[in-house]
């Protein structure tokens, strides 16, 4: 209980004393503030499903067309199938200065898309209180080495390492994703 509380005077005064460092934009620069905390792109990617890298020719036809009709000079990297409940494509598009991610259904349509998103290491007491509650709760006196924002086609979540060699991830909303 003594853990909860110092972890929620922690917060507290992050908050008061830094408030730059709890902006969202800040740990969420390219999330458009649209989403209303509860995360509702988790149903369509999560960073705890397995995927493979695959090449452009592996992805269904539908997709192939789309990219080479809206993307014409772009290169695609990181072409990977997600072998979730459904099946999924990711593709990073590189055109130009931008690098963009989209995330298909297996029968081509758009899912999730935004801006890569590099990992950006934050301090752990800016991550929600609901995971640090959780952090309090089912690992007591572990600490946390590092914690990071990041992103993948415009799902924005956390990850927590510990020092027990255990990495979390968390929803943007702090609950708890694997």
């Known amino acids: 209980m003594k853990n909860l509380f110092f972890l929620s005077l922690l917060a507290l005064l992050a908050t008061t004393m830094s408030c730059e460092l709890l902006e969202n934009d800040d740990i969420f620069p390219n999330d458009d ?9 988790n149903a369509i990617f999560s ?3 397995e995927d493979d890298d695959i090449a452009f020719a592996q992805l269904p036809a539908s997709i192939q067309q789309y990219l080479a009709e809206n ?3 772009a290169t695609f ?7 979730g409940a459904e099946v999924r494509f990711g593709i990073e598009i590189e055109q130009g200065a931008t ?10 349509t758009i899912l999730s898309e935004g801006d890569e998103v590099e990992d950006t290491i934050i ?7 609901s995971t640090l ?8 006196g572990v600490n946390i080495t590092s ?32």
Do not use: K
């Open 33 to 41: 503030n649209s989403n209303d905390g509860s995360n509702v792109n």
């Open 47 to 49: 960073p705890c499903e």
């Open 71 to 73: 993307y014409p000079n």
């Open 77 to 83: 990297n990181d072409i990977e199938r997600i072998n």
């Open 99 to 108: 690098d963009y991610e989209i995330l298909f259904s297996a029968d081509g």
């Open 123 to 129: 301090d752990a007491i800016t991550l929600p209180v």
């Open 133 to 140: 509650e959780y952090l309090d709760a089912n690992f007591p």
């Open 147 to 178: 914690a990071e924002s990041d992103g993948e086609y415009g799902v924005f979540y956390y990850e927590v390492y510990l020092a027990n060699g255990v990495e979390l991830y968390f929803a943007q909303d702090g609950s708890l994703l694997c």
